[in-house]
């Protein structure tokens, strides 16, 4: 007969099997159908339909997105590192936790709702660019929403928050005597910076980039509603292909799917890996 | 052990003079005072500890000196210098924290050299002065291990040589024992002082521990509610402390409640008994005061009654309540006619003693030192 420990053991796991059988119905087999797929053509296995995912056009789509993710994630990773240290140094607590709930909202503000608001504030006739236009300052056709550099900004409306949310727990691990430490040392404030506080959040901030890198590089929704096809992204791709648009190729989709979970994975190992640096500022 | 001072410079035998004057220093939080008005002066190459309860005002009195905090008013000068005009990386001053703060992406090595590296010292210098300095701490082997690989003690002793370092004009430490354990504490006290000695280092050090602060300082500065109470040597805080706060704080002491009964010949009422007091000890007060006789349980000298009884002018006979094992002493609380009074004994003694013994307890005049009995807080 089994001991209470270990029926108490395995009812533990039965608690747990919704989420087995989620994951596996959401996660798993769509990841080994999409292996499966991508790795077929006719009745066989072959490695042709990854031939033509490097057409090109296709090539160009993983350039633009690969670009398109780095600067996002970089001006995320800067910015929201700023910010963020300006919240955690605020000194009304009520500022403290207003801005940090607003990136809480913003950072999940995205997709084809997100596009719309650019598109109404910084599109052709947008509230913006018309005030502006009032004020004397033309926007268009210099400018554009609907193109890399309007993608970038839409981008990094969710990019920042998210950074915010990523690193004001690494900086609140920032301790006060490692700051005094280093002024008694004679280390002025840039120095302490680039010295000591820089250093431990290393893994942090790099982690968080690769965390908003794959973020930006899996985004669909904000950039097919701003830029439709016009700006040339994997995802997009992806998606022309499923919905059949030129050519209806869902092995291709496939393919492209499967290098792109290649590269979030290399983002998101690179993430684990950083975050349990020995040194990582924590809270 | 190992001291390779040669090559390890300090204030004291360098051309600089490390003498500092705090002045008058006051500081207050939202309203609330945390130091007031505090007064020392401290000679070259001298251990004063600030010593008092948690919230005194003890680390409010470092962070000042060491520019962390700024006073409300008062000055702090350094030789010749009011450093207070400075900011705090440019004091000289090296400072231990409580919690090491040590710099975890760097091994020992690169902590005790950081200063030197923010000093723009030559490379060849730091090769050189690093290794001196982890083996004056007695670390050299733990050289290349991050704080995280390293135990307690040994981040301490990181921390004391990286802020030795720099060459500092004043040592700063601010309790870097607490959070070590007691065989550890003692241990890494007395090295602390071992290196203080062998350098000359001007220290002021922060503790709630009483023991440790008699058993390293040269003088000891006991604090109240931001108040200085006593300044003075381990010596002259235990034996002859100025207010009733620093009789309770320092070690154990009985306070007796009494009444003078003649100034002149020096000897007070204490319920129904009369007590011989040093005439001196007196001097001040009025016959009818109320007193408050201070005597150490160290001084108390106890006998089973039908022994031959302990020498000293006051003679009481009392009843053993409890008997309390503390290692090499032994504390009787002994009943004298409803009223409490401790005497230690050796342990060695200790057979001789039961609970509901009648004993005479004795001690001498010389023992007793006699204050006004002011509200608790006593004088200022």
Known sequence: MSSPRRRLRRAAWLALAPFFVFGLAFEILPVLTLVRSSFTVGDGWSLANFGRAFTPMMVASFRNSLQLSAVTALLGVVGGTVVGYAIITARSRFVRESLTALADVTANFGGAPLAFAFIITLGSTGVITLLLKAAGVSLYPRFRIY????????????????????????????????????VNLGATRA?????????????????????????????????????GPDVNLVTVQIAALVRGEVQLDPALADALALVSLGVMAVCVAGYRWLATRPWRAAP | MLLPLSAVRC???????????????????????????????????EFVSLLGPSGCGKSTTLRMIAGFEEPDSGEVWLGDQNVLDLPAHRRGMGMVFQSYALFPHLTAWGNVAFGLRIAGRAAGEIRRRVPELLELVGLREVAGQYPRQLSGGQQQRVALARALAIEPRVLLLDEPLSALDAVVRVTLREEIRRIQSALGITTLYVTHDQEEALAISDRVVVMRDGWVEQVGTPEAVYAEPATRFVASFIGKMNQLSAVVESVREGR???????????????????????????????????????????????????????????????????????????????????????????????FPAAACRVQADEPAGGPR
Do not use: C
Request: charge should be positive; charged fraction near 15%.
């Open chain 1, 147 to 182: 193109s890399v550099s309007g993608l970038t900004i839409a981008y990094v409306y969710f990019q920042l928050p998210l950074m915010i949310l990523l690193v004001v727990p690494a900086l609140l691990g920032l301790r006060q005597e490692w700051r005094e430490a280093a």
């Open chain 1, 191 to 227: 120095q302490y910076w680039g010295r000591v506080a820089l250093p431990i959040l290393a893994p942090s901030l790099l982690g968080s980039f690769l965390l908003l890198f794959a973020n930006a590089f899996g985004a669909y929704a904000t950039a097919w509603t701003l830029t």
């Open chain 2, 11 to 45: 204030a004291s035998h360098g051309e600089r003079v490390g003498y500092v004057e705090l002045k008058g220093l006051n500081k207050s939080f939202a309203g609330k005072p945390a130091v007031r008005d505090f007064r020392l002066s401290m000679e070259q190459g």
């Open chain 2, 268 to 362: 007070v009422r204490w319920g129904e008994h009369r007590l011989a007091v040093p005439p001196a000890a007196t001097a001040g007060l009025a016959d009818g005061q109320a007193v408050l006789v201070l005597v150490r349980p160290e001084a108390i000298g106890v006998a089973p009654a039908d022994a031959e009884g302990p020498t000293g002018e006051n003679r009481l006979p009392a009843t053993v309540e409890l008997v309390t094992f503390l290692g090499p002493v032994t504390r009787l609380s002994l009943e004298v006619r409803g009223r409490q009074v401790l005497a230690d004994v050796t342990t060695g003694d200790r057979g001789r003693f039961q609970r509901g013994m009648p004993v005479q307890l004795a």
